[in-house]
């Protein structure tokens, strides 16, 4: 399927591995010159690499932290006007919400609420006079099914997710569109970080507690990266104009909801 992206511009934030990677290599096949991001220079300049080997557009990196003022001035200067937008971030760490401290729970913020929305004031106008915009924030299912122990992250998500709702429906009419997607258990680094304490927790092997946590996904699997970056960019596609505000919830049917 065409996207009908081919020659747009995009950033992908935290992209150098993982969700945000598998992004970033689906708005490349489909013909976009991306820009990627990540504090790991070595790590975020080998994906840039063979990203541009494997897709053939230009692949641009930019090693920075977007918590800071210089970190986004470093990413706008490499892409100051993207046709595309994606925000992502890693969340806090699993951890009872009676040992957060002050500076914890504002980082929290900061990392998973203030930065997205500071790009989206940064890019935004450009978008609204050219008459196309995609903009997608990779947020997490917790934002629907709290889990104790993510609580921070689940709230910062979720203070996004409620902030731009107003706000995409204030673009729609100029063609800019802003989405959330939701994953659930992916099959990425965080994910084994995760499932590495649960075994720890639990005295188990890695793979019983692998396999433990994918008996508890209807699908019976984990996610592929490559499942969620095709999601991605359909969200991004010139077909997906009239999608906007929605929250697409990516989690191998966890959720027991039918809305």
Do not use: W
């Amino acid at each position: 399927m065409d996207l009908g992206i081919a020659g747009r511009k995009a950033i992908v934030c935290a992209s150098s591995r993982g969700l945000g990677r598998a992004c970033a290599e689906q708005l490349a096949e489909a013909g976009c010159a991306v820009v990627i991001n990540g504090r790991d220079e070595a790590r975020l300049a080998a994906t840039a690499a063979e990203m541009a080997k494997r897709y053939s557009v230009k692949v641009t990196p930019v090693a920075a932290d977007l918590a800071t003022p210089e970190g986004q001035k470093a990413l706008l200067a490499a892409c100051p006007d993207p046709d595309i937008l994606i925000n992502n971030n890693g969340g806090p760490p699993l951890r009872d919400f009676r040992e957060l401290t002050r500076e914890q729970m504002l980082d929290g913020v900061v990392g998973n609420m203030v930065v997205a929305i500071e790009l989206i004031q940064k890019t935004i106008g450009p978008m609204l006079e050219r008459r196309f915009g995609r903009i997608v924030n990779i947020t997490s299912g917790s934002v629907k099914m709290p889990l104790a122990g993510l609580d921070l992250s689940s709230g910062a998500r979720a203070g996004l997710t409620a902030f731009l709702a107003g706000v995409a429906r204030s673009v729609a009419d100029k063609n800019v569109t802003i989405n959330h997607i939701l994953p659930g258990a992916f099959d990425t680094d965080r994910l084994k970080g995760t499932l590495k304490k649960l075994a720890e927790t639990k005295g188990i092997s890695l793979e019983e507690a692998a396999k433990q946590r994918a008996a508890s996904v209807p699908a019976k699997r984990f996610g592929q990266p490559d499942e969620f970056g095709a999601a991605c960019a359909f969200l991004c596609s010139a077909q997906a104009g009239y999608i906007t505000g929605q929250n697409l919830l990516i989690d191998g049917g966890v959720f027991p909801g039918a809305f």
